[in-house]
């Protein structure tokens, strides 16, 4: 069996352990950009935190206008401001599309040429410059893991820069830096990390040749990430709800730091499957925040791989919590999807892909696209052509899961 695992060089979790970035900081570099966006600039905790970096290493800039899904235009503002001050540390503090910038900033800082030299897997040529990650949301686990998304106007879907050599040097998951973040935001986020859990945790195993450890980024499941998901899992389960209702819910927050923290370790090498995949063409299209995109997607792909991963179904409505007990193995995998179903109305993600605007006669093409997203779909534990994707996105159209299996 070869197996590997990836993660940052130092991993913080907790109340208040953001207090120690400006030294963490300090000790990898001298010539700092921060990578943030102006909505959290204007935060009172993310505005002493560079305050404290200021005070504590000799040269800051701060780059302030990441917007949503990495436009290149946002790599190409970044990477000028990173050369201008010759910076050799990066500080990224913000979501995904935030962390995302950072990773990429660094590659071409330190390499040069475009990003899309680096679409792919394993196409980075070494290690970059340092970079520590503070997320303020609890979703996307760009803070632990291998990849960067971004968006290329010149293709119709979202892109994947994918490399061991990406993962933050350091990440640092305070969860009070997430009190501030809306409700709304919470809902996609969260559900995100969910999606992440669950695809890791039925994601198609797969036999390895030792080259695969450091050609491959993504290899599916196996007992560590299995662990990993099943644990954030639970957590989110049991707390999405509640930090959506209440912001302030501080164990609630707690709980999806943690999580966020466990599906991404599950995910950095197990992989995503088809949500993450469909979505790509998807956002790309819909213009649709992805956490909302991956969540409206991820009962429809269990129902389309029902047939092969029923006793993983099972375990998961145990893991988060349905009332199982006594039932038979099918009865407890029939049980996860319509509680599934019940959280994502809760929380308030769109029941069908004609709610966010997407046109029928683009399912074909979608799935199409989806197909070659390569890195992400052969980890889907069900059947992966075109004609089984447009199926599965024409259930996800009408809002019926039931006829994912149809």
Known sequence: ?????????????????AENVPRVVAECGSRVLIVTDRVLLAQPRVAELIAAVQARVATVAVFADATP???????????AAAAQVDADVLLAIGGGTVIDLAKIVGVIHRYGG???????????????????????????????????????????????????HIVPDFAVVDPELTYSCPATATAYSGIDAFCHAVESYIAAPRAHEPRDLVEQVFLGRNPITDHYALQGAERIARSLRRAVRDG?????????????????????????????????PIGAATHTPHGLGVG?????????????????????SRVCGLEVDGSSESEAADAFVPWLVQLLADIGIPASLADIGVERADLPRFADMASGVTRLIQNHPGPTDTASLTAL???????????ATR
Do not use: C
């Open 1 to 17: 069996m070869l197996e590997t695992v990836r993660g940052p060089r130092q991993l913080m979790v907790g109340e208040g352990v």
């Open 69 to 79: 899904d990495v436009p290149l235009t946002d790599v190409d503002l970044a990477v």
């Open 114 to 164: 475009a990003p899309r030299d680096y679409y792919g897997e394993s196409r980075v040529p070494g290690p970059t410059m340092p970079l520590v990650a503070v997320p303020t949301t609890s979703g996307t686990g760009s803070e632990l893991t291998p990849v960067s998304v971004l968006t290329d106007p010149e293709r119709e879907l979202k892109v994947g820069v994918s490399s061991v």
């Open 248 to 280: 302030n819910d501080v164990v609630a927050r707690a709980d999806m730091s943690y999580g966020s923290v466990l599906a991404g370790l599950a995910f950095s090498h197990a992989g995503n499957g088809a949500p993450h995949a469909l979505q790509y």
């Open 296 to 316: 409206l997607l991820l009962p429809y792909a269990l129902v389309a791989a029902r047939e092969v991963i029923g006793d993983r179904l099972a375990t998961l």
């Open 393 to 403: 996105l024409e259930a996800a159209w009408l809002g019926d899961p039931t006829a």
